[in-house]
């Protein structure tokens, strides 16, 4: 289970970190790092697709018992953690739970990650990015904190370093669909061209289904680009089975495509 999670945002990989814990927990009811991990993923999955209220609950309840069994446990406060910031979006509890793992472990790439992207969600961006920048120090080939830095240099119009970082991001998970279209936004706006985001997307297509990147407008104009300016090129070329599993993300793209297209 430590091989897949943390460190991915990725559905399938969250789900088969769900059945490896609770395989865990048939043979240990007690033990106390996987029910942490367990609540973790748990809200994980909840975060990416699963909007259940029941999971939500289900991981805290995992996770207050593994603090039960050992009150120390930096996992759980980890996944104690990540249930305010992505289960409530209660940013100070977060940030409450994230400086007590920092604590135990003052070091941890991963945690000082967590304090980063909560503090640019409370728009200290600049406190973010200082974070994230140690972060990164610490652990120069996580990808998921290269992505997240190169999100947060666009609210301070830092674009030429976002695409250096996003460039590393790809480079180091080329089947990430966030990675690539963070670059070809960040491309499109250091060169103030559509094109250069669209040979962003040429280069992306030999590794991701292209219609998973376009969860943000700008990048629907880049995708129409790609397809020469053509709006109903474009939106003939999509297909709802390959956008993810957010479908009003895909009702919103055809509606601002066909809109463009006339």
């Known amino acids: 289970a430590r091989e897949f999670f943390p460190g991915t945002i990725d559905d399938t990989l969250i789900r088969q970190t769900i059945t490896l814990l609770r395989q865990t927990l048939a043979l240990d009811p007690d033990y106390a790092s996987a029910l942490a991990l367990l609540g973790w993923a748990e809200i994980a999955q909840f975060w990416v697709t699963d ?32 249930y305010h910031y992505w289960g409530r979006l209660d940013y100070e509890p977060a940030l409450e739970e994230f400086g007590k793992a920092l604590a135990l472990r003052p ?35 996580a990808h998921l904190i290269l992505w997240n830095q190169s999100q947060s240099l666009t609210f301070v119009d830092r674009y030429r370093e976002k695409v250096e970082l996003a460039e ?20 499109a706006t250091a060169e ?28 629907m104009f880049i995708y129409a680009a790609f397809h020469g300016n053509d709006f109903g090129k474009a939106l003939d070329s999509l297909d709802v089975t390959s956008t993810g599993p957010d479908p009003l993300s895909f009702v919103e793209l055809r509606y601002v495509l066909a809109h463009a297209a006339g």
């Open 192 to 219: 103030s061209s559509l094109e250069a985001g669209a040979k962003i997307l040429a280069r992306a297509e030999k590794h991701v289904q292209l219609s998973r990147l376009l969860y943000l407008r700008p990048l």
């Open 51 to 82: 909007k259940e209220p029941s999971r939500l609950a289900a991981a805290k309840e995992h996770l207050e018992r593994a603090l039960a069994l050992a009150p120390g446990l930096f996992d759980a406060h980890v996944g104690m953690g990540y």
């Open 107 to 141: 070091n941890d790439a991963d945690v000082l990650f967590s304090i980063g992207v909560v503090e640019r969600r409370q728009g200290k961006i600049e406190q973010s990015i200082e974070r994230l920048n140690l972060a990164m120090r610490l652990n120069p080939r």
């Open 168 to 187: 590393k991001a790809v480079q180091m998970n080329p089947a990430s669909p966030a990675a690539w279209s963070t670059l070809a936004y960040a491309a």
